[in-house]
C-alpha cells in the first residue's frame, strides 16, 4: 500500500451490500448499472466471496459480499441510483427485466429535480433505480463554485495530487 497522498482514498468510496448468488448480482449489476468487477477475492478462513464493481466513472464501488441468507435487503425508498444517458434507455432496461420476470416499479416522470425514474430490484431484493435527468453531477459542481466563491475550501481542494500539483 502506497503512502503517496495521491493514491489515498478519501471522501464515500464504496456501499456494500449481501448477496446470496455472487455471479447472478455481477450479472444484474452489469446488464442494469453497466458495472463490471474491479476486485475480486475470496476468505481462506470463511470462504465468503467478496468482489467489488464499478462503473469506472469515478473512484465508487458497490462492495458484493456472499452470504447464505440476506436479513435486510435495500428496499422501500432505500437504493442505489443509476443515471442513464436517455429516457429511452431506462425504458429499454425496464423492458429487459420485465422479460426476465423482474417487479418493475416505473418509470415515472417526477419532474425536476427527480426525472424520469424506475425500481428494478436485484436478485435478492436490493433496489435499484434507473434514472434520467437528475443533474447530480451538476448540483454536486454548482455547490462547490458557490462555495468557492465564499471562500470555503474542501480537502480534495487542498490535497496535492497527480491532477494537482503543489506549490
Known sequence: MSGDIGTVDRGLTHVALPVTDIDASIEFYRRYADMDVVHRRRDDETGTTVVWISDRTRPFVVVLIEQAAISHALGGFAHLGVGCPSREEVDRRCD????????????????????????????????????????????????????????????????????????
Open 96 to 167: 429487459a427485466a420485465r422479460r426476465e420476470g423482474r417487479d418493475v416499479l416505473g418509470p415515472l416522470d417526477s419532474g425536476y429535480p427527480v426525472g424520469y425514474w424506475a425500481i428494478v430490484p436485484d436478485p435478492d431484493g436490493h433496489n435499484l433505480e434507473l434514472s434520467h435527468g437528475q443533474e447530480v453531477g451538476l448540483a454536486v459542481e454548482r455547490a462547490a463554485i458557490e462555495a468557492s466563491a465564499r471562500g470555503v475550501r474542501y480537502p480534495e481542494q487542498e490535497r496535492p495530487g497527480p491532477e494537482r500539483p503543489g506549490p
